[in-house]
Structures are given as C-alpha cells and as structure tokens.
C-alpha cells in the first residue's frame, strides 16, 4: 500500500523520524510521558517497515533501520544480544526510578 501511495508514506516516514529525535533528546525526568512515544514509535515501525524496504522508501536505509531498531531493542527484556547493553540498562534504571517514586 505505501509504495502505491507516497504522501502517505512521507507522513510516517516523517512520524518516525520526529517521534526517534523527540525520544532521543528527552530528559531523563520525562519517562512517564515517554512511554506512549516508545510505543507508537515501536507499533509503527513493527507493522510498517516491511513495507517501507519493498516500496525503496529513499529515507529508511539500512543505516535509519539499524539505528531505529536498536533503539527498540534498548528496550526490550529479552534482547538476547550484547548490542545496546549500555543503552539497555539506562533504560532499566529509569524503569526502577520511576517505579521507586
């Protein structure tokens, strides 16, 4: 569908991008209003990405893909990788903190 229709494709393609620089440059306080973020970035780029490497989307290279998707991995539980472990652990002591208060 989004190689059909290239506005369309441009707006999420321009969602991901400003909601990946909104959550990167966040202040550590700001967790809590994070969360919905993370999940939109994270349920977007889960349905949608496949489509966006089939329609040649120019913005979303391999290079956007592997950081967008370490991002995500960052937060899971689960990685079962050592990439991001650093990142990772961040974001389980703001999970604690925010728990503890």
Excluded: C, H
Aim: proline share 3%.
């Amino acid at each position: 569908m989004l190689s059909r229709k290239p506005v369309l494709r441009q707006q999420f393609l321009k969602f991901i991008e400003e909601t990946y620089r909104q959550i990167t440059i966040s202040l550590a306080d700001s967790f809590q209003d994070l969360q919905p973020l993370r999940y939109a970035l994270a349920s977007v780029l889960r349905y949608l990405a496949p489509e966006f490497v089939d329609a040649k989307a120019e913005w979303f290279d391999n290079r956007i893909r592997k950081r967008l998707f370490d991002l995500v991995l960052t937060w899971s539980e689960d990685s079962g990788s050592s990439w991001g472990q650093e990142s990772s652990s961040d974001y389980r002591r703001e999970i604690e903190r925010y728990k503890s208060n």
